[in-house]
Nanobody, 122 residues
Framework: QSQLVESGGGSVQPGGSLRLSCAAS????????MGWFRQYPGKEREFVAV????????SYADSVKGRFTISRDNAKNTMYLEMNSLKPEDTAVYYC???????????????WGQGTQVTVSS
């Protein structure tokens, strides 16, 4: 069974950092473009960051540019989202996703993680 399993969410104070992980099983992550998305209550899921299969191309939402870094370790079949200088408005459920095609900032992905809550509050 092919799936993505996320970990690393939690609560942090403003200005703090968190690292989200997303482990793939049942398929080889190296052949897939990857993305991180987030969803606020009652809102559509939105693009945060995407990364090509080769790791050579990235794209970030303007709201996280310079603070978040997406990366992948194909040997571990895992992708990451390093989040620094966190703000209260970063509070959301974060999802990882994999796409057997070029990167996309839309939600047109083949596989999704279960979501992990990130809460930024003092």
């Amino acid at each position: 069974q092919s799936q993505l399993v996320e970990s690393g969410g939690g609560s942090v104070q403003p200005g703090g950092s968190l690292r989200l992980s997303c482990a793939a099983s049942g398929f080889t992550l190296a052949y897939y473009a990857m993305g991180w998305f987030r969803q606020y209550p009652g809102k559509e899921r939105e693009f945060v960051a995407v990364l090509s299969g080769t790791g050579s191309t990235t794209s970030y939402a303007d709201s996280v540019k310079g603070r978040f870094t997406i990366s992948r370790d194909n040997a571990k079949n895992t992708m990451y989202l390093e989040m620094n200088s966190l703000k209260p408005e970063d509070t959301a459920v974060y999802y990882c996703a994999a796409r057997f095609a070029r990167i996309s900032t839309t939600t047109n992905y083949n596989y999704w993680g279960q979501g992990t809550q990130v809460t930024v509050s003092s």
